[in-house]
């Protein structure tokens, strides 16, 4: 998601949701994005949101991220190749 544009937490757990097969809670999406962010994958940037609520914590990829997530798929276009190999139909 992070590659197409920034969001801040709450915005990815709704999008998440959308897709029953990967929906998350909040205990297991922002210790991930603390834990993305202090590998320096993820930068961070607060900005204020609408109708004075409280700022919001936007998360984006670094350079650094950007190559991870590049690795990664990848591995995820092997692990299909290799799925699709073993498919007994």
Not at 47 to 59: C, I, M, T, V
Request: overall charge negative; aromatic content about 12%; charged content about 25%.
């Amino acid at each position: 998601m992070l590659d197409k544009k920034t969001y801040y937490g709450y915005e990815i757990l709704q999008e998440l949701s959308k897709y029953p097969i990967v929906a998350s809670t909040e205990s297991t999406v922002y210790p991930l994005l603390r834990r993305l962010q202090k590998e320096n994958f993820l930068q961070s940037t607060w900005q204020d949101s609408a109708e004075g609520l409280p700022p919001r914590k936007y998360y984006s990829l670094t350079s650094e991220g950007e190559e991870y997530l590049k690795a990664m798929n990848e591995e995820w276009k092997n692990l299909l190749t290799a799925m699709s190999s073993l498919k007994v139909e």
